[in-house]
């Protein structure tokens, strides 16, 4: 039966004064490949920033769903800085690697955004290091 065959698995769509953050694969689901990382949604109220950080081994791919943003980057090593306008409208995939300070500005006064996330490693906190622009 299709019900013993398929799974419904509960997430949790953790919201703060920002917007909110859902991941959609955590990559501890059975029936993966062996090796994958995680999937996520993250949303931003107008105004506000999401990321704002490095990793130190995870390799991050991004897709704006809905809305507008400014995309910051610097590379911590060379210290090169770099700009991104993205519009939902134009859809484009963003593959920021490890060592790549990231943050997504939300440029609107009134939409929010939503961003589409796939990260090659599972969440560990330790990955993270604090970054300002
Ligand atoms: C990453 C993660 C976060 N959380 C909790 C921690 C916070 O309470 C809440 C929001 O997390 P964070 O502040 O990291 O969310 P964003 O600022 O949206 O950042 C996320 O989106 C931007 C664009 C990135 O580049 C980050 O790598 C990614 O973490 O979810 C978890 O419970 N599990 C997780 O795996």
Redesign the pocket.
């Known amino acids: 039966m299709i019900k013993d065959k398929i799974q419904i698995i509960k997430r949790?769509k953790?919201e703060?004064s920002?917007?909110w953050?859902l991941?959609v694969i955590?990559g501890t689901e059975s029936n993966l490949p062996k090796s994958t990382g995680?999937v996520?949604l993250?949303l931003?109220n107008p105004g506000e920033?999401?990321?704002?950080?490095y990793?130190l081994l995870?390799n991050?791919w991004?897709t704006l769903i809905t809305g507008n943003c400014l995309l910051k980057l610097q590379d911590v090593k060379t210290k090169e800085y770099k700009e991104i306008v993205l519009n939902s409208n134009d859809p484009v995939t963003i593959y920021?690697p490890y060592g790549i300070a990231?943050?997504?500005f939300n440029t609107s006064k009134e939409a929010d955004f939503i961003?589409l996330?796939y990260?090659d490693q599972l969440?560990n906190p330790v990955d993270?290091i604090n970054f300002s622009f």
């Not at 920033?49 to 950080?53: E, F, L, R, V």
């Open positions: 949790n953790i703060d920002r917007g953050f991941k955590t995680e996520y993250t931003a920033m999401k990321g704002g950080h990793h995870a991050e991004f920021v990231h943050a997504f961003l996330a990260s969440f993270t």
